[in-house]
């Protein structure tokens, strides 16, 4: 989908409108302007992510892969397909070093990405990092706090902020189409082991390091830091507790992390937002659920729903009249009792149509922009840090088994942990 596709898909008649909701769409402002230039870009460790992320370089215009690195030759090959030119580091440091990249994206494992973006700030680059950020809350910290003093772009893997779905219901949430938001439900379930094949056994650790505490922290820095994010955006609130519970009930298999979790992470005013995350079981999928007094949405399915619909038909009233007449008479429940399940309602789609893909073009689209620019767009890198921080937060909780708040020292200036909050 293209910027314009995308801006009418959204349904807004503004930008101001638009902006308000996600202000990192500034990025696209200059775009115009940015006709001609081109982002020269180095990727570090093109591996399943890196490759797919540059499948949308590719796409850009503006954009030439000038370099990849990585440490596994397969990854170096398959990344040569897609840009056939670009210059082969097997070490970061070299790559970092090319007076020709401009910026780099960040694709490596986990426990990578704190160095590889420190020294990319301290080399001059600009920095896409994948989620999560990094093993510690401190050392995102760390990474943000380098970006400011850098003065360089400073973009994170969170593609939702850039799904039109998700920035045309924000919008409705935030203008209080659905009431106030009372709670928010997050689940990523999935039916299988988490594994890659392996090609001999002394690669296990680097091919699975999804699967080991080394270079990991699960599901929560996988798959929760997307879902959390959704609710900070939906609330506009960093929540300030969290308590959780993990284990392996499942893939006894010699992994180290959790394939089950759950966390509650609470807001001041009470509400809660709940991930869980459980890989032996799909039926329920993915999704983030927003539940306002007025209306639910769900924006991954891409549909909103009001809590009061129109009332049914005459003749399925009627029946339903009979049916309560007819189980009120079983002496087995007592007439008061009714099993409250879910509504038959069937919703409206957000942006008039089945969502057909994420907000990874843009995402990218939108870096290079920045990249071309040397600007900022407003809260993208607070956002992706709070993202991070939140789910190694529930991380901590799940490890401790206690309720764990949010440390004073990691706070940014940033929402309600604004200094004109406290
Ligand atoms: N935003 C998203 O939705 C999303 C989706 C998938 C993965 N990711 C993130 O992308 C990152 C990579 O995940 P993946 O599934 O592509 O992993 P992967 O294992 O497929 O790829 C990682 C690549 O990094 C290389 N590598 C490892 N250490 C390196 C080093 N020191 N220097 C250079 N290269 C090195 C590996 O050889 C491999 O090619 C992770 O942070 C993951 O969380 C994000």
């Known amino acids: 989908m293209n910027r314009r596709t995308f801006i009418k898909n959204a349904g807004v008649a503004t930008g101001a409108v638009l902006l308000a909701a996600s202000p990192w ?26 490759q797919f992320l540059m499948s949308f370089l590719k796409k850009n215009p503006k954009t ?7 440490v596994y030759q397969p990854s170096i090959d398959e990344a040569l397909k897609i840009y056939p030119q670009a210059k ?33 700030f301290d080399a001059g680059k600009h920095v ?7 093993m510690t809350i401190e050392d995102c910290f760390n990474m943000y706090h380098k970006h400011l003093e850098a003065g360089k772009v400073f973009f994170v893997g969170q593609q939702r902020l850039y799904d039109p779905r998700y920035i045309r219901a924000m919008e409705m949430i935030h203008a ?44 929560m820095t996988e798959l929760a830091c997307h879902q959390i994010q959704i609710g900070t955006w939906a609330l506009r609130e960093i929540p300030n507790k969290v308590m959780g519970h993990g284990a392996i009930t499942h893939w006894k298999d010699g992994r180290e992390v959790y394939d089950n979790v759950s966390c509650i992470y609470m807001f001041d005013n009470g509400v809660k937002l709940n991930f869980d995350s459980v890989i032996s079981n799909k039926f329920y999928g993915l999704e983030e659920q927003i539940l306002g007094n007025l209306g639910t949405v769900e924006p991954e399915k891409g549909k909103y729903y009001f809590e009061d619909i129109e009332p049914a ?12 007449r007819l189980f009120d008479s079983l002496p087995f429940a007592g007439t008061s009792w009714a099993p409250e399940t879910a509504n038959v309602n069937k ?23 920045a990249v071309i620019t040397g600007k900022q767009p407003e809260n993208v890198a607070e956002e992706g840090y709070y993202a991070s921080a939140l789910c190694l937060l529930g991380h901590e909780a799940i490890v401790k088994e206690e309720i764990i708040s ?17």
Do not use: M
């Open 64 to 70: 030439d892969v000038v370099a990849v690195c990585d």
């Open 128 to 134: 896409f990092c994948e989620k999560a950020l990094a």
């Open 88 to 120: 082969v580091y097997n070490d970061y440091r070299k790559l970092l070093e090319d007076k020709n990249v401009d910026a780099i994206v960040i694709a490596t494992p986990l426990n990578t990405h704190f160095d590889i973006a420190i020294d990319a």
């Open 313 to 324: 038909p005459g003749f399925l009233q009627l029946i339903n009249d009979i049916e309560n």
């Open 176 to 219: 209080g189409t659905f009431g106030s938001i009372e709670a928010i439900r997050t689940f990523w379930y999935r039916n299988n082991d988490w594994r890659r094949p392996v090609p001999s056994p002394e690669l296990e650790r680097h091919i699975n390091w999804r699967l080991y505490n080394e270079y990991s922290k699960g599901l």
């Open 347 to 369: 919703g409206e789609y957000i942006i008039g149509e089945r969502p057909k893909h994420d907000g990874t073009s843009l995402n990218i689209d939108a870096f290079v922009e």
């Open 25 to 50: 769409l500034s990025a696209f402002s200059e775009s115009e302007h940015t006709k001609k230039s081109i982002a020269r870009i180095g990727v570090i460790g093109p591996g399943s992510r890196g």
């Open 406 to 422: 949010f440390p004073e020292e990691y706070k940014l200036d940033y929402l309600n942990h604004s200094s004109k909050a406290k």
